[in-house]
C-alpha cells in the first residue's frame, strides 16, 4: 500500500479525546474548543516563536527558492554529504531538501529523534525516498510535480535525435583524430514509429514535440484520456500492439511496482529489429540486463539513458559500456529554467507544510481515522478498474451519515480518495496540502454529496461511495444501473470494508489484494476458484458472492495476500462459467 503523507498523533491532555496531525516540534500547540464539544484545534503559533525552524538543504537548490526559505528559516546548505553525514545533522533539522542523489532512508528518519517534519523532494519522482518510514516517523513528504516537465521532454527529444546521428559517439571518435564518415551513418526520423510510453506530463511533451519532428506518435498509457492524445495526433494503443509497432521507444513512466521492469526479455522479443529507446524516467522500468541481451542480438540498435537502476552506475556496467548505448548522468531536469521553478516550487509546499497549513483543517475525530483508510482504498479501487484509453475526469463521492453536513469536514477524506486515485498512476506523490491542486491538475473534477440517513448519529459514516463516470471498465460487473463504475464501502468492527462493486452487494475485508469475478451463479464454482488458488499457493483470506438473482450472475469477491501468478490467473479465465475476472492491488 503506498504510504501515508502524514501521520495521526493522538493529544494530550487525555481528558480530550481527539487526533490530529503531528506539527513541527518548534510549533507550540494551543487548542481551543470547536462547536462539536469533542473536537480540537490545533493552532500553530510560529509568527509568535522567537525561534525559526531550521531547513537542512542537502542538495543544489536554485536561488529563488533558497531565498523564500531564508524568509523564514535557517537555511543549512550542505552539498554532498555522506550518508552518516546526513544523519548526524539530521537530528537539528525541522526540513529536509533533496533532489535524486540522497536517499532518505529509515535510519536518516530514526537519526531524526523525531524532530524532522518535512521532506521535500525538489523534483518528481520520489523513489529516493522511505515512503513507509516518513510515515512510521510522521513526517510530510512534498514534491515539485511541475516545473521540471519541459527540461525532462526537452532532454528526451534531444538523446532521440542524438541516438538516431550516432552524435556522442560520432563526437567521441573526431576528437580521437579520426574522421569515420561511413560509419556513423544515421536513421531518419521522419514517418517512423515513435511509442512514448507513460503519455502523463513528460510524456505528452515528447509527444508534441515529436510530432513537429514528422513522426507517428502512439502512445501506452492504460490510464490516458483518448481525446487528450487524439488533441496532439497521438493514438493510444494496448502494450501488445505499442511493442510490436514502435520504431523508437520512448519511457516516460514513474517507477511503481507495475511499471518496474516493464521492458524485459519477453518484450524485448516483441520488438520490431533494429528498435532504438530512450529512457528518461527511471532506470528501474527496464530490467538492464535483458537489454543488454537485446542490444548483443540486435533486436535493440541503439539505446540513450539518463537514468539507472543504481546511480551512478558501476564504472564497469556492460551497459554503459556498450558501444550502441548513449548516455547522460541523470540529467533531465537540469535547466536553469527547471531548476529555478523547481526550488521555488518546493520552497513554497515546504514552506506551507512547516507553518502549518495542516493545522488549520486537518482535526478530526479518532472515530474517522478507519475511514481514512477506508478512502483511499476506495480509490485505489475504483481507479483500477478503469479500462486503457478512458482516462478518470469525473468521480462523484458520496457520504451518507445521520449526522448533519455541517459535522463532516471532509477535506481529509476526499484527499484520500484523490491519493487513492491518483498515485497508483502517477508519480505525484498527494497529501492533504496538494490533494485538490493534484486533482485539478490531472483534470480530475470531483464532487461530493452528503445523504443524510435516519436514525441515531452513532458513527460519523455509514458509507463511502464512489462513482467515475464516463468510462469504460475492464471488469464490466463494476458498471451500475447508471452507466458509471461504483464501488462502495464502510467500517466494520474498525476494519475498511468493500461492501458494492457496481450493483452487486458484496462483503469482503479491503486487506491484501482482491479477485473480483462475474459469474452465472452456480453451484462448485467458489471451490473450483478456490483450489485453482491453492495450487498456485495463494491464501484465500475472504470470500463473498453477491447475486442479482440465485442461477442470475453473481460477483465474487475474494481476498489474497500474495499476488496469483499469471497461470493461475489464466486458469480461473479458463473456467466456463467465469465471463470476467480482475486482480486488484490494494
Ligand atoms: N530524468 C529526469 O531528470 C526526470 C525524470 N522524470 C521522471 O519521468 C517520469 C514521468 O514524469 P511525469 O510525466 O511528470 O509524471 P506523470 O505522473 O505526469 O506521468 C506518468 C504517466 O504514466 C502513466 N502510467 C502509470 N502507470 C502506468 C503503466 N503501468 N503503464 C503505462 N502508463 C502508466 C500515468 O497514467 C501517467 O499518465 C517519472 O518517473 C519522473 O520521475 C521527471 C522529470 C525529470
Ligand atoms: O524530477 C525527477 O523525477 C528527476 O528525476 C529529476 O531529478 P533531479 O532533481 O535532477 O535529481
Same mark, same amino acid.
Request: proline share 4%; with cysteine.
Given at each position: 500500500?503506498?504510504?501515508?503523507?502524514?501521520?495521526?498523533?493522538?493529544?494530550?491532555?487525555?481528558?480530550?479525546?481527539?487526533?490530529?496531525?503531528?506539527?513541527?516540534?518548534?510549533?507550540?500547540?494551543?487548542?481551543?474548543?470547536?462547536?462539536?464539544?469533542?473536537?480540537?484545534?490545533?493552532?500553530?503559533?510560529?509568527?509568535?516563536?522567537?525561534?525559526?525552524?531550521?531547513?537542512?538543504?542537502?542538495?543544489?537548490?536554485?536561488?529563488?527558492?533558497?531565498?523564500?526559505?531564508?524568509?523564514?528559516?535557517?537555511?543549512?546548505?550542505?552539498?554532498?554529504?555522506?550518508?552518516?553525514?546526513?544523519?548526524?545533522?539530521?537530528?537539528?533539522?525541522?526540513?529536509?531538501?533533496?533532489?535524486?542523489?540522497?536517499?532518505?532512508?529509515?535510519?536518516?528518519?530514526?537519526?531524526?529523534?523525531?524532530?524532522?517534519?518535512?521532506?521535500?523532494?525538489?523534483?518528481?519522482?520520489?523513489?529516493?525516498?522511505?515512503?513507509?518510514?516518513?510515515?512510521?516517523?510522521?513526517?510530510?513528504?512534498?514534491?515539485?510535480?511541475?516545473?521540471?516537465?519541459?527540461?525532462?521532454?526537452?532532454?528526451?527529444?534531444?538523446?532521440?535525435?542524438?541516438?538516431?546521428?550516432?552524435?556522442?559517439?560520432?563526437?567521441?571518435?573526431?576528437?580521437?583524430?579520426?574522421?569515420?564518415?561511413?560509419?556513423?551513418?544515421?536513421?531518419?526520423?521522419?514517418?517512423?514509429?515513435?511509442?512514448?510510453?507513460?503519455?502523463?506530463?513528460?510524456?505528452?511533451?515528447?509527444?508534441?514535440?515529436?510530432?513537429?519532428?514528422?513522426?507517428?506518435?502512439?502512445?501506452?498509457?492504460?490510464?490516458?484520456?483518448?481525446?487528450?492524445?487524439?488533441?496532439?495526433?497521438?493514438?493510444?494503443?494496448?502494450?501488445?500492439?505499442?511493442?510490436?509497432?514502435?520504431?523508437?521507444?520512448?519511457?516516460?513512466?514513474?517507477?511503481?511496482?507495475?511499471?518496474?521492469?516493464?521492458?524485459? /526479455?519477453?518484450?524485448?522479443?516483441?520488438?520490431?529489429?533494429?528498435?532504438?529507446?530512450?529512457?528518461?524516467?527511471?532506470?528501474?522500468?527496464?530490467?538492464?540486463?535483458?537489454?543488454?541481451?537485446?542490444?548483443?542480438?540486435?533486436?535493440?540498435?541503439?539505446?540513450?539513458?539518463?537514468?539507472?537502476?543504481?546511480?551512478?552506475?558501476?564504472?564497469?556496467?556492460?551497459?554503459?559500456?556498450?558501444?550502441?548505448?548513449?548516455?547522460?548522468?541523470?540529467?533531465?531536469?537540469?535547466?536553469?529554467?527547471?531548476?529555478?521553478?523547481?526550488?521555488?516550487?518546493?520552497?513554497?509546499?515546504?514552506?506551507?507544510?512547516?507553518?502549518?497549513?495542516?493545522?488549520?483543517?486537518?482535526?478530526?475525530?479518532?472515530?474517522?481515522?478507519?475511514?481514512?483508510?477506508?478512502?483511499?482504498?476506495?480509490?485505489?479501487?475504483?481507479?483500477?478498474?478503469?479500462?486503457?484509453?478512458?482516462?478518470?475526469?469525473?468521480?462523484?463521492?458520496?457520504?451518507?451519515?445521520?449526522?448533519?453536513? /455541517?459535522?463532516? /469536514?471532509?477535506?481529509?477524506?476526499?484527499?484520500?480518495?484523490?491519493?487513492?486515485?491518483?498515485?497508483?498512476?502517477?508519480?505525484?506523490?498527494?497529501?492533504?496540502?496538494?490533494?485538490?491542486?493534484?486533482?485539478?491538475?490531472?483534470?480530475?473534477?470531483?464532487?461530493?454529496?452528503?445523504?443524510?440517513?435516519?436514525?441515531?448519529?452513532?458513527?460519523?459514516?455509514?458509507?463511502?461511495?464512489?462513482?467515475?463516470?464516463?468510462? +469504460?471498465?475492464?471488469?464490466?460487473?463494476?458498471?451500475?444501473?447508471?452507466? +458509471?463504475?461504483?464501488?462502495?464501502?464502510?467500517?466494520?468492527?474498525?476494519?475498511?470494508?468493500?461492501?458494492?462493486?457496481?450493483?452487486?452487494?458484496?462483503?469482503?475485508?479491503?486487506?491484501?489484494?482482491?479477485?473480483?469475478?462475474?459469474?452465472?451463479?452456480?453451484?462448485?464454482?467458489?471451490?473450483?476458484?478456490?483450489?485453482?488458488?491453492?495450487?498456485?499457493?495463494?491464501?484465500?483470506?475472504?470470500?463473498?458472492?453477491?447475486?442479482?438473482?440465485?442461477?442470475?450472475?453473481?460477483?465474487?469477491?475474494?481476498?489474497?495476500?500474495?499476488?496469483?501468478?499469471?497461470?493461475?490467473?489464466?486458469?480461473?479465465?479458463?473456467?466456463?462459467?467465469?465471463?470476467?475476472?480482475?486482480?486488484?492491488?490494494?
Amino acid at each position: 500500500m503506498a504510504a501515508f503523507s502524514f501521520t495521526l498523533a493522538k493529544l494530550s491532555p487525555s481528558s480530550v479525546s481527539s487526533w490530529t496531525l503531528s506539527l513541527p516540534s518548534f510549533l507550540p500547540t494551543t487548542t481551543r474548543r470547536r462547536r462539536h464539544p469533542k473536537s480540537v484545534v490545533v493552532v500553530s503559533a510560529a509568527a509568535a516563536m522567537n525561534t525559526k525552524p531550521t531547513i537542512l538543504v542537502a542538495e543544489k537548490l536554485g536561488e529563488a527558492g533558497l531565498q523564500l526559505l531564508n524568509n523564514f528559516a535557517n537555511v543549512d546548505c550542505s552539498y554532498n554529504m555522506t550518508p552518516e553525514e546526513l544523519c548526524t545533522k539530521i537530528s537539528l533539522c525541522d526540513a529536509l531538501i533533496v533532489r535524486s542523489g540522497t536517499k532518505v532512508t529509515r535510519q536518516v528518519f530514526e537519526s531524526s529523534g523525531g524532530r524532522l517534519k518535512v521532506v521535500g523532494r525538489a523534483g518528481v519522482g520520489i523513489d529516493n525516498v522511505d515512503l513507509s518510514a516518513a510515515t512510521e516517523h510522521g513526517c510530510l513528504v512534498v514534491n515539485a510535480p511541475t516545473a521540471n516537465t519541459i527540461a525532462a521532454a526537452e532532454h528526451g527529444i534531444a538523446l532521440l535525435t542524438a541516438m538516431a546521428r550516432n552524435i556522442a559517439q560520432a563526437n567521441a571518435s573526431v576528437k580521437a583524430g579520426k574522421w569515420q564518415r561511413s560509419k556513423y551513418v544515421g536513421v531518419s526520423l521522419v514517418g517512423k514509429t515513435l511509442l512514448v510510453m507513460g503519455f502523463g506530463k513528460v510524456g505528452s511533451e515528447v509527444a508534441r514535440r515529436a510530432r513537429g519532428l514528422g513522426m507517428q506518435v502512439i502512445a501506452y498509457d492504460p490510464y490516458a484520456p483518448a481525446d487528450r492524445a487524439r488533441a496532439i495526433g497521438v493514438e493510444l494503443v494496448t502494450f501488445d500492439e505499442a511493442i510490436s509497432a514502435a520504431d523508437f521507444i520512448s519511457l516516460h513512466l514513474p517507477l511503481t511496482p507495475t511499471t518496474s521492469k516493464i521492458l524485459n /526479455d519477453e518484450c524485448f522479443s516483441k520488438m520490431k529489429k533494429g528498435v532504438q529507446i530512450v529512457n528518461v524516467a527511471r532506470g528501474g522500468v527496464i530490467d538492464e540486463e535483458a537489454l543488454v541481451r537485446a542490444l548483443n542480438s540486435g533486436i535493440v540498435a541503439q539505446v540513450a539513458l539518463d537514468v539507472f537502476t543504481e546511480e551512478p552506475p558501476p564504472e564497469d556496467s556492460m551497459l554503459v559500456l556498450h558501444e550502441n548505448v548513449i548516455v547522460t548522468p541523470h540529467l533531465g531536469a537540469s535547466t536553469i529554467e527547471a531548476q529555478e521553478g523547481v526550488a521555488i516550487e518546493i520552497a513554497e509546499a515546504v514552506a506551507g507544510a512547516l507553518k502549518g497549513e495542516l493545522a488549520a483543517t486537518a482535526v478530526m475525530h479518532h472515530e474517522l481515522a478507519p475511514f481514512v483508510g477506508l478512502a483511499e482504498k476506495l480509490g485505489r479501487l475504483a481507479v483500477q478498474l478503469v479500462a486503457g484509453g478512458s482516462g478518470v475526469q469525473s468521480v462523484k463521492i458520496t457520504y451518507a451519515s445521520a449526522r448533519g453536513p /455541517d459535522d463532516l /469536514d471532509t477535506r481529509l477524506l476526499r484527499a484520500m480518495i484523490t491519493k487513492g486515485l491518483i498515485e497508483p498512476i502517477s508519480s505525484v506523490f498527494v497529501n492533504l496540502v496538494n490533494a485538490d491542486f493534484t486533482a485539478k491538475q490531472k483534470g480530475l473534477k470531483i464532487t461530493e454529496e452528503r445523504v443524510v440517513l435516519d436514525g441515531s448519529p452513532g458513527k460519523p459514516l455509514e458509507f463511502i461511495q464512489l462513482q467515475i463516470a464516463n468510462v +469504460e471498465s475492464k471488469f464490466a460487473g463494476a458498471i451500475s444501473e447508471s452507466a +458509471e463504475i461504483k464501488v462502495q464501502g464502510m467500517v466494520k468492527e474498525g476494519l475498511p470494508h468493500l461492501t458494492m462493486v457496481g450493483s452487486f452487494g458484496v462483503d469482503v475485508s479491503l486487506e491484501g489484494s482482491l479477485i473480483l469475478c462475474k459469474q452465472v451463479d452456480q453451484p462448485g464454482i467458489i471451490g473450483k476458484v478456490g483450489s485453482i488458488l491453492g495450487q498456485g499457493n495463494v491464501n484465500v483470506n475472504f470470500m463473498s458472492v453477491g447475486r442479482t438473482a440465485p442461477q442470475k450472475q453473481a460477483v465474487m469477491t475474494i481476498g489474497v495476500y500474495e499476488e496469483p501468478d499469471t497461470e493461475t490467473l489464466q486458469k480461473i479465465g479458463e473456467i466456463v462459467a467465469i465471463e470476467e475476472f480482475v486482480f486488484l492491488k490494494l
